[in-house]
């Protein structure tokens, strides 16, 4: 097992204090409890981990509701399982007679915001993308499918503007859908012009869209084309760009308060990157740890005070202090790469969903001394 200079000894995910399956975690418990780890993922630094929660197929993406009240697990075929953060129980789950004959994955899950105009509860509402092209929409807590869009390619990824009346689609092909939430019809189109000399819109294969928080109508995109493309959904053509990040997943965030944008790019360096919103200059690349580095998938910001990522290589979820750049705490050595995370919003001690393999690990970072 690799250990970090000067790091405390790594806690195995197998502890019998924390996880609540034992068989997957390469680990021999004793008879009076305690856990000898052989091989497997364990804990390093300021990380607690509250449980482990088995999927019957390989988790692909994952979503908390606004509130934190409920995690839903979008898996490989194309069933959505939705959890409890607190009682780690399943509480529902969500196929219908598309993802059960098509067995594709699901891509991403947005839970839907609710509009003042609403005539009933709307809090319950999900939509999820799906590599066959469909967009649907769920009342989760009945299990009913409220809508289905099809879309002529593989759908990768969504976003949702700041006040839910309009969500952007993306995926294997150069277009961007803009949608009206309500309706559920496409407003417009957007994709790149015919000029070979101007880089507005994308390439190739599109994997995550993050709108600005303060702004209905702009939102940003990256993927394979190692371009970070700037929309107006007013505009048919991308307005400005930052040239760089490979992007391969969800990796792709703004902080609403310092107006920095993360990137998270799966390759072998400078993998991990803060930019201007304003200027799309970069700010500063975040080094990556020596022992366990990491091609990403996807990272988002913690709070105010760290960054949060996770990728393949090392397969593991990786806890930075945005300050000082410094780990402080880290999930390592899954079984796969990290393909998919999400926290619960709460702050700097939120819950954090970690997917990999057939596995969601709900860990909590703890300051030192923290008696919580």
């Known amino acids: 097992m690799f250990l970090l200079p000067s790091a405390p000894r790594p806690t195995s995910v197998g502890s019998t204090e924390t996880s609540n399956t034992q068989s997957q975690m390469g680990s021999e418990v ?94 319950n509402i999900l939509i999820a993308t799906y590599a066959s092209g469909d967009i649907k929409v769920w009342y989760y ?12 390619r ?7 503007n700041p006040t839910g009346n309009h969500f952007v689609t993306a995926g294997s092909d150069t277009k961007i859908n803009l949608y009206d939430e309500h309706t559920r019809k496409v407003i417009r189109t957007l994709e790149p012009s015919d000029s070979r000399d101007t880089m507005d819109g994308h390439h190739y294969r599109v994997f995550a869209l993050k709108y600005h928080h303060h702004n209905d109508h ?50 072998r360096s400078k993998v991990l990157e803060i930019w201007d919103f304003a200027t799309g200059t970069k700010v500063k690349e975040v080094p990556e740890e020596p022992m366990h580095t990491s091609s990403l998938y ?53 819950q954090i969903a970690v997917g990999s393999n057939k596995y969601i690990y709900l860990v909590k970072g703890e300051k030192k001394g923290s008696t919580r």
């Open 30 to 123: 004793g008879s009076e409890g305690s856990t000898t780890n052989r091989t497997g993922p364990y804990l390093e630094g300021n990380l607690k981990l509250l449980a482990t929660l088995e999927s019957p197929t390989d988790v692909m993406c994952c979503r908390y509701s606004a509130d934190g009240s409920v995690l839903a697990v979008g898996l490989i075929d194309g069933c959505i399982k939705i959890y409890s953060p607190d009682t780690f129980q399943l509480l529902y789950s969500l196929q219908d007679d598309d993802t059960i004959s098509q067995r594709l994955p699901v891509t991403q899950i947005r839970f839907r915001i609710p509009q003042r105009e609403d005539k009933q509860d709307s809090s």
């Open 218 to 267: 702009v939102f940003l995109s990256g993927g394979w084309d190692d371009t970070v493309l700037y929309w107006d959904e007013r505009t048919v053509h991308a307005v400005r760009r930052i040239h760089g990040p490979h992007i391969c997943g969800d990796a792709l965030d703004i902080d609403p308060e310092t107006d920095h944008i993360l990137t998270g790019s799966w390759r």
């Open 154 to 160: 593989q759908t990768l990824c969504m976003a949702l």
């Open 298 to 350: 996807c990272c988002q910001w913690l709070g105010r005070d760290s960054i949060l990522c996770g990728g393949s290589d090392s397969n593991m979820c990786r806890i930075i202090d945005r300050g000082t750049l410094n780990t402080t705490g880290q999930l390592v050595d899954l079984p796969q790469g990290v393909y998919c995370l999400d926290n619960d919003h709460s702050g700097n001690n939120s």
């Open 141 to 152: 807590t009945s299990g009913e499918c409220l809508h289905t869009q099809n879309e002529d």
